[in-house]
């Protein structure tokens, strides 16, 4: 057994607000050892990140560890005055976290940032920190280390900026080293990459790693032990693959039962955990999960559970997860079933009809580039959609997928008429939006509505919810004030919310009820078609389910019709009827959901495939997975032909000259297309 590098003991983290205290941890226990990587999973608010901010000393305004100890190396850090505190942040502790962008100093160079802890820390002079700098950044793989010092933050991509961040983290050679979602906004290709080197920094410095996050796919490949938090507390600890395969307590269990995985698996709806977290202000006596929990007894109300130890795998739950015990899934959908009794109807599934709502033909969007030089001359053209053909049809959601920079998000807003297309036709029910002046444009919107990806950055902070929903109607005028009123209480009961939001502000929700409140707004003009660009890419899965089911429900419904922009292909297939796949501002592949990503016919494809990190620390790829590394090319200067010919392992001569889609159901853009299922048997035979 190794002396654990990190012994956090009986942690308690509280934060003074207004009307009391929020009482962030209560009694956190954990322990990392050299060389380790301890996961920790839940829900938004369990805290996961408050667990790292106490060990970093940096609680928000009124935060303070109240009682517990943090050892490091021997030394408890919660006795150290801040002085010293600081000198431990970088050399003994380095943190990554989860948005480079806004950690990072938009006024600053790459370089400076990344040597400023050896200067602070270790008095380095400009020249050997900057040397020093450069070896790190080529060391977590940054292409052309020297030029990228020289760069600011909003010049790389997140790629890019994330490993500026490891780098940030590891260039004083820390013992602990703390990654707090770092691939949450990453596609799943740079995703593996960063995981991969993660690993690989770990194995190379011994580092002990704290990998938060509420991907549990992630969590599966990528550590060694899991701790699992809910409400401010540890409800259960084990190795990765004990977890995964025996998990003991019920919340843990309901929490892999909402994986987008095991409802395709089962074709069943995504199951969600009923209700939600319990104020922090306001602390149960009992079981905190016990109000969500299907198995909870009275007994779960009255007091808490003591923590039991089997082995090296301990939880705190009077009624453990049995062998032969029902799914929280299949129990939910039979109480479910039990309390609609005769009123129980069958569960309406969304119609797609042969009527074809949006026509994309050919569409192109060019942006002018930054010139090059003193004088800023040698302009380029950036390539962002090139010549793009798709259709939706009524009641059908079509799944965009792609690498960031393939050009998805720019598609959504030229669909959504937020932007012109430099060429060809974006026709809705044969208009084309590219044609319509003044009040024709904007009245579109009545017709085309976005829900955005991060919907606290598309809501106004000084607006009520009342106001943000009243908005569009008021553009639009669509209707008296009273009217206004009606129809804003209708919609807020269609998406599960209540009277009470109204005269709420934005930043008093949580990210589920704030893209509830953005998916409002979106259906407040009853459009035809809804463009949802990552809607729930930074939601935990619990609530990711509600949000996901809420939309499939109300196309049902409604009749709606979504272009759903995602980097998570399992998302994309539980939403989806068919998908299109972009590389580099062109689809290279399109057909069924369902054999898109059961039989993808495109290297890409695959490639984004292999790269989806799976919920079970035993999956293995075989022999035929494709691996893509670096970044792919600049969109300024694309490749001729193929733009994927110079990450392609199939690339030969032929692949210069640019493939065309073929024309079937389940069309690819390739010169060398996969093996289809069928004839991969044939061969095997």
């Given amino acids: 057994m190794n002396t654990p590098l990190l012994q956090i003991k009986d942690l308690h983290t509280d934060i003074e607000i207004r009307n009391g205290v929020v009482r962030a941890l209560s009694g956190v226990d954990l322990h990392v050892n050299p060389g380790e990587t301890l996961g920790i999973v839940g829900e938004s608010g369990s805290g996961k990140t408050m667990t790292a901010l106490s060990l970093m000393g940096l609680l928000p305004q009124g935060g303070r560890v109240s009682s517990g100890q943090i050892i490091l190396d021997g030394q408890d850090l919660t006795k150290l005055p801040l002085k010293d505190k600081r000198k431990l942040r970088g050399t003994k502790v380095g943190m990554i976290f989860q948005d480079p962008l806004t950690s990072l100093n938009p006024t600053m160079k790459i370089g400076l940032q990344v040597c400023e802890p050896l200067r602070v820390h270790e008095g380095l002079s400009k020249k050997e920190a900057l040397e020093r700098a450069v070896e790190i950044l080529r060391r977590v793989g940054m292409p052309r280390p020297e030029v990228v010092i020289n760069n600011y933050p909003h010049q790389l991509s997140g790629g890019m900026r994330q490993r500026v961040m490891i780098a940030m983290a590891l260039v004083c050679k820390p013992r602990i080293l703390i990654a707090d979602e770092p691939t949450t906004a990453l596609d799943v290709t740079t995703q593996m990459q960063i995981l991969d080197l993660i690993d690989e920094l770990r194995d190379e410095y011994q580092m002990g790693v704290i990998l938060i996050t509420h991907d549990l796919g992630v969590v599966a490949g990528h550590t060694d032990r899991v701790a699992v938090m809910y409400a401010g507390r540890i409800v259960e600890t084990a190795p990765t693959k004990t977890l995964f395969t025996e998990p003991r307590h019920r919340y843990t269990s309901s929490l892999m039962a909402a994986l987008p995985e095991r409802a395709l698996a089962a074709g069943t709806k995504l199951f969600s955990i009923p209700g939600a977290p319990p104020s922090l202000t306001n602390l149960p006596v009992g079981c905190r999960f016990a109000k969500r929990c299907l198995w909870a007894t009275p007994e779960c109300l009255e007091r808490y559970p003591d923590l039991t130890a089997e082995g090296t795998h301990s939880f705190s739950c009077f009624h453990p997860v049995q062998d032969g015990d029902e799914s929280p899934a299949d129990l939910q959908a039979k109480l479910d079933a039990d309390k609609a009794g005769d009123e129980a109807v069958a569960q309406t599934v969304p119609t797609v009809s042969s009527h074809v709502l949006l026509d994309v033909k050919e569409a192109s969007r060019e942006y002018e580039s930054a010139g090059s030089g003193f004088f800023k001359r040698d302009k380029g053209v950036v390539s962002a959609v090139d010549r793009v053909s798709i259709t939706v049809r009524k009641g059908e959601t079509y799944g965009l997928v792609g690498e960031s920079g393939c050009g998805k998000s720019t598609m959504g807003r030229l669909i959504a008429g937020l932007e012109p ?13 590219a044609t319509l002046k003044g009040r024709d444009a904007v009245r579109i919107h009545r017709d085309v509505q976005m829900m955005f990806q991060d919907s606290y950055a598309a809501m106004d902070p000084r607006m009520r919810i009342d106001q943000i929903l009243a908005e569009p109607m008021s553009i639009q005028k ?25 005269d709420r502000y934005p930043h008093e929700f949580s990210g589920g009820q704030l893209q509830r409140i953005g998916f409002a707004r979106s259906l407040t003009l009853a459009p035809d078609l809804i463009v949802a660009d990552e809607p729930v890419s930074a939601l935990d899965v619990s609530v990711q389910a509600q949000v996901l089911n809420l939309m499939k429900d109300l196309q049902a419904e409604l009749g709606l019709s979504y272009l759903f922009i995602s980097h998570d292909l399992a998302v994309v297939q539980y939403m989806a009827d068919r998908i299109g796949v972009m590389y580099l501002g062109r689809i290279v592949e399109e057909g069924p959901a369902r054999e898109v990503v059961n039989n993808p016919k495109h290297p890409y494809t695959k490639a984004l495939i292999d790269s989806i990190p799976v919920p079970d620390p035993e999956f293995a790829h075989d022999e035929s997975a494709i691996k893509l590394t670096g970044e792919p090319p600049s969109a300024v200067n694309p490749p001729k032909g193929c733009r994927f010919r110079p990450r392609c392992p199939f690339a030969g001569e032929e692949c210069k000259v640019q493939p065309m889609l073929t024309d079937e159901t389940h069309r690819v853009a390739c ?12 061969v095997n035979a």
């Fill in 478 to 502: 669509t209707g008296s004030k009273r009217q206004i009123a009606e129809r804003i209480m209708d919609i807020i009961e269609q998406v599960g919310l209540t009277e009470e939001i109204l």
């Fill in 671 to 682: 010169h060398h297309p996969l093996l289809t299922l069928s004839v991969k048997e044939e």
């Fill in 421 to 433: 297309p430099s060429g060809g036709a974006i026709e809705l029910e044969g208009r084309d939006l």
